[in-house]
């Protein structure tokens, strides 16, 4: 790893902090940087290659360096840079995704999911005429002030100290009142959501939820929990936004609202659309999305829906569509993964804990049999799991720090009885 090394010191001279700390959950003592990924591999600068299950945090669902993905990129930016609108892919692209997501009647194009999910808000604030917003322990909306507040991944190991965690600030220098825009409710508790809401609802522009509490534990909604939220946003009419960021075209073109088949009114997808070029949509029935319409609602953004990110997205909806097995696949290899690691978890001993949906999954060493909320997460043996993650990184297969799995379009059998195999090894060896 010398020339990693060496980067790293120059890296150090001129990137604030360095690099991303991923590394440090490899155990490895400095970070890694690669060069160039293809299909389901990535290359570091020294030449080791690794099976990838990070998918850079989830965006590339076709892969690295899809060809068709490169192809349209390639061609489209030969039409020369057109920005913010008015170009005829935009309309494509929206005219396609129309068609996929249920709850898509308009819809508006932001560079990531971050910008998608406080257009959101804006768009409930405007139409609600009211200013707070419900959202639930352990779900992530990105890293703007508002929703840096409250419980997340980072505050995992402050928690202790602080005497009421819904608050708890997982950055310095936030805008100290952005916290007030939130009540923050454990999740899956529908009774507890319809208590709150009938007390607060005369403040309430929306309800928040990540379909599948996939940032913390990989929770499904239990049975009849979204539907109840819909209920309840009816009742009070308030805005019911699904963050789709990661379950966006991972569970099917249609993302969670398809497969759980309950409609939000706003809804955001990011990630996945574009194999990680910079794209987000913001997407929603007529009578929210029309306070953009109506011009109420600033909705600006000089990069947005540059061609090169249509492109992609155009591209990458194209091949996840080409076969109408694909997300069935992603959720069988999925599930033969979670599988052979239930069970090289019973032939090893140790208590890794293994749930998701398939298509992308957590792994946590517990002793609870399921992770229920995100207050489950803190009972998890964090240093296990980083041996765990470690030892599968040294030998080359990689995973999201904190145990979260994403399979794509692109992987194989062969690749899923690999990483069960190395996983077993691993697993002997972690004490
Ligand atoms: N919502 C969810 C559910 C996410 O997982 C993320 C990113 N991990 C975001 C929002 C923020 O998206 P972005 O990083 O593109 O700003």
């Known amino acids: 790893y010398q020339k990693s090394k060496d980067l790293l010191d120059r890296a150090s001279q001129v990137l ?76 494509e ?36 005429g009211k200013h707070k917003f419900l959202r639930f322990e352990g779900h992530y909306h990105g890293w703007l002030d508002n929703v840096a507040w409250g419980i997340s991944t980072a505050s995992v190991e402050a928690l202790g100290n602080e005497d009421d965690p819904n608050v708890f600030p997982w950055s310095a220098g936030l805008s100290p009142n952005s916290k007030d825009d939130f009540i923050v409710l454990p999740w899956n508790d529908l009774a507890l959501v319809e208590r709150i809401v009938a007390e607060k609802h005369n403040e309430l522009a929306a309800i928040i939820t990540e379909p599948i509490m996939c940032n913390n534990g990989c929770i499904v909604p239990h049975e009849g929990f979204l539907q109840g939220l819909r209920t309840i946003c009816n009742r ?120 998701g949906p398939g298509p992308m999954f957590n792994t946590a060493f517990t002793s609870l049999s399921a992770i229920k909320n995100y207050r489950d997460t803190f009972q998890t043996d964090k240093i296990k799991l980083k041996q765990f993650i470690a030892g599968l990184h040294d030998r080359g297969i990689r995973v999201i720090g904190r145990g979260l799995w994403y399979i794509s379009a692109v992987h194989t059998e062969e690749d899923i009885d690999h990483a069960i195999n190395v996983s077993e090894t691993v697993l002997k060896e972690i004490e």
């Open 16 to 91: 604030a902090g360095g690099v991303s700390s991923e590394f440090r959950k490899y155990n490895h003592p400095h970070a890694i940087f690669y060069t160039h990924g293809e299909g389901t591999r990535i290359y570091d600068v020294d030449g080791n290659a690794y099976l990838d299950f990070t998918l850079s945090q989830g965006p590339l669902i076709v892969g690295h360096s899809h060809p068709r993905v490169l192809e349209a990129v390639e061609n489209y930016s030969k039409d020369g840079q057109l920005f913010a609108g008015q170009h005829i892919k935009e309309i």
């Open 236 to 355: 009070y009419g308030i805005a019911l936004i699904f963050d789709e960021v990661i379950t966006g075209f991972r569970l099917g073109l249609g993302g969670a609202q398809q497969y759980y088949d309950v409609t939000p009114d706003l809804s955001i997808f990011a990630k996945a659309i574009a194999s990680g070029y910079p794209i987000s949509a913001i997407v929603g029935k007529k009578e929210w999305m029309e306070e953009i319409v109506s011009a109420r609602v600033i909705h600006a953004g000089t990069m947005n829906t540059s061609n090169p990110t249509v492109a992609a997205a155009l591209a990458t909806i194209s091949v996840l569509e080409q076969d109408s097995d694909t997300h069935n696949r992603m959720f069988r290899l999925g599930n033969r993964l979670i599988s052979g690691l239930r069970e090289a978890a019973k032939q090893t001993g140790q208590n890794l804990q293994v749930q």
């Open 93 to 128: 692209l929206a005219e396609k995704l129309q068609q996929l997501i249920p709850s898509a009647e308009l819809m508006r194009f932001c560079l990531d999911g971050s910008e998608a999910v406080q257009t959101a808000f804006r768009i409930a604030r405007a139409k609600t």
